[in-house]
C-alpha cells in the first residue's frame, strides 16, 4: 500500500523556518518524481517545489526560491521541505505528492497534477 504522511508543520514566527517531512510508505523515491503543493484558504492549490528522485533535479516557483529547500534521504524514504524567512503570504496546508512520470518534475518546470498525495499538514505564521 502507497503512504505519504507529512508531518513538521505547525505554528512559526514571521521571518522563522520550518522543516516539513513526508514520510514514503510502498515506493521508492528514485522512481518517482516528488512535488510540495500548498493550499490557502480561499484560494486555489499551487505548486511550491519539487524535486527529480531519478537524477535529483530540482524546481521551485518564483515566490519560494531562495528561502525554501527540497531535498530526500532515500534511506529514511523522506522528502523534504526546509522552509526559510517565512513570509505572510507563507501559511497554507502544504502537501506532498508523487507522480510515476519523471517528467512532473525538471528543472525548469513542475506538474501541476501528481498521481498520489499526502493528506497535508497546516502551517501558519503569525506572531
Known amino acids: 500500500q502507497v503512504q505519504l504522511v507529512e508531518s513538521g508543520g505547525g505554528l512559526v514566527q514571521p521571518g522563522g523556518s520550518l522543516k516539513l517531512s513526508c514520510a514514503a510508505s510502498?515506493?521508492?523515491?528514485?522512481?518517482?518524481?516528488w512535488g510540495w503543493f500548498r493550499q490557502a484558504p480561499g484560494k486555489e492549490r499551487e505548486a511550491v517545489s519539487c524535486?527529480?528522485?531519478?537524477?535529483?533535479?530540482?524546481y521551485y516557483v518564483p515566490g519560494v526560491k531562495g528561502r525554501f529547500t527540497i531535498s530526500r534521504d532515500n534511506a529514511r524514504n523522506t522528502v523534504y521541505l526546509q522552509k526559510q524567512r517565512l513570509e505572510p503570504g507563507d501559511p497554507a496546508v502544504y502537501s506532498c505528492?508523487?507522480?510515476?512520470?519523471?517528467?512532473?518534475?525538471?528543472?525548469?518546470?513542475?506538474?501541476?497534477?501528481?498521481?498520489?498525495w499526502g493528506q497535508g499538514i497546516q502551517v501558519t505564521v503569525s506572531s
Open positions: 524535486i527529480n528522485g531519478r537524477d535529483g533535479s530540482t
Open positions: 510502498g515506493f521508492a523515491l528514485n522512481t518517482y518524481a
Open positions: 505528492a508523487a507522480d510515476t512520470d519523471l517528467w512532473a518534475c525538471t528543472k525548469r518546470t513542475i506538474k501541476r497534477t501528481y498521481n498520489y
